[in-house]
């Protein structure tokens, strides 16, 4: 017997809730438990290797119970007659079928009908896988008819209220044909995964292979990264995340330097500030020099009165175009040696008649 929990809950009794845990995986101490062939953080990623070391066999029964009588309420399975029947059936039948070489997983009970009462159930049976399954199944089902002939129940001498009593001699045990050449890892590996897996090597265990497997034909080769195989996605390469490298490509087969690239560019960055700053300092002189050979191609000599007057009264400014009109004209004075000693013609006294006075 097993539980079957919520979409949202996990475990053998459904007490862990699933959180984030991906393929039906659960929470457990801030961990998530994964479920066969998945593992991963999250349970994200499928097993690359699955082996088959059980299967799983539905093995089909009739048994007749001759000490009880069939009741009406039995056919409504809502009925607390019907469920109260069920659990004690299932809870004998049990004692009966489990034992070291035979693990129960379930019973199943498909019908039910008159005549004292008929039981007819499915067991879920986990055995230990063998590559000829059809002898397999022939060995397991004739166990459990074996079981059943042995047990109290069946026996003549079976009694008491307490006991649902078979009748050894209408015991049917038949079990579902499989295939002989069936692909188990189409059959058993988990739904999302299935189309990614084929079977791989011999021996007694049933290898399912992926293209992540090592050493299998056609494996996919992920260079610097890691093969993984993602829930409907199949494999896939996974590139790494490192501090030295940047890894890229679907094979992850591109790498480049994460601290030649830092240096790099910061270099580039440098070298940008700098020619920045270099433009900056020439134009500024190309601009000083050019208001310096202005004031040395007019050849005005400041010693010379005349041209000094000439120049002041020349109506130009000191660039040698006509000044705005309305504004004062404003000498350059910057290139002018004021520690230089200037002639000036000494003023010639005019007399009048007036001053001989």
């Not at 062939?37 to 093995?59: K, P």
């Not at 499915?122 to 063998?130: G, V």
């Not at 070298?271 to 007019?298: H, M, P, W, Y």
Request: glycine share 6%.
């Amino acid at each position: 017997m097993h539980c079957i929990c919520a979409e949202d809950h996990g475990g053998t009794q459904c007490e862990y809730k699933i959180a984030d845990c991906e393929n039906g995986g659960y929470k457990q101490d801030e961990k998530c438990v994964c479920a066969k062939g998945f593992n991963g953080a999250n349970c994200q990623y499928a097993d690359s290797t699955i082996t088959i070391d059980s299967v799983e066999l539905i093995i089909n029964v009739v048994v007749q119970i001759v000490n009880r009588e069939f009741q009406d309420t039995f056919t409504n399975e809502s009925s607390t007659e019907y469920k109260t029947f069920i659990r004690d059936f299932k809870r004998q039948m049990k004692g009966i079928y489990d034992n070291e070489s035979l693990t129960l997983k379930d019973i199943k009970i498909n019908k039910i009908w008159n005549g004292s009462i008929y039981v007819d159930h499915e067991l879920i049976i986990k055995a230990k896988f063998q590559p000829n399954i059809s002898a397999l199944h022939d060995d397991i089902s004739n166990q459990i008819k074996k079981r059943l002939l042995d047990s109290e129940p069946a026996k003549d001498t079976c009694s008491g209220s307490d006991v649902m009593c078979l009748n050894r001699m209408n015991i049917n045990v038949t079990r579902n044909n499989v295939p002989a050449d069936i692909d188990w890892c189409k059959f058993l590996t988990p739904n999302d995964t299935r189309e990614f897996y084929f079977q791989y090597g011999n021996g007694t265990n049933y290898t399912c292979a992926s293209k992540c497997t090592m050493g299998v034909p056609g494996r996919l080769n992920c260079n610097y990264g890691e093969c993984r195989v993602i829930a409907k996605s199949g494999p896939q390469c996974l590139c790494p995340d490192t501090n030295e490298f940047w890894y890229s490509g679907e094979s992850c087969d591109s790498r480049i330097s994460r601290p030649g690239v830092i240096g790099g560019v910061t270099a580039a960055l440098i070298v940008l500030i700098l020619t920045a700053i270099i433009a900056f300092i020439l134009c500024r002189r190309r601009k000083s020099k050019g208001n310096q050979e202005l004031l040395t191609n007019k050849n005005i000599d400041f010693t010379n009165p005349d041209e000094m007057e000439s120049e002041w009264t020349s109506g130009q400014n000191m660039t040698g175009h006509p000044p705005a009109e309305g504004n004062k004209f404003t000498p350059n004075l910057q290139n002018v040696d004021i520690f230089k000693k200037v002639q000036i013609r000494r003023p010639t006294l005019i007399r009048t008649p007036e001053s001989s006075d």
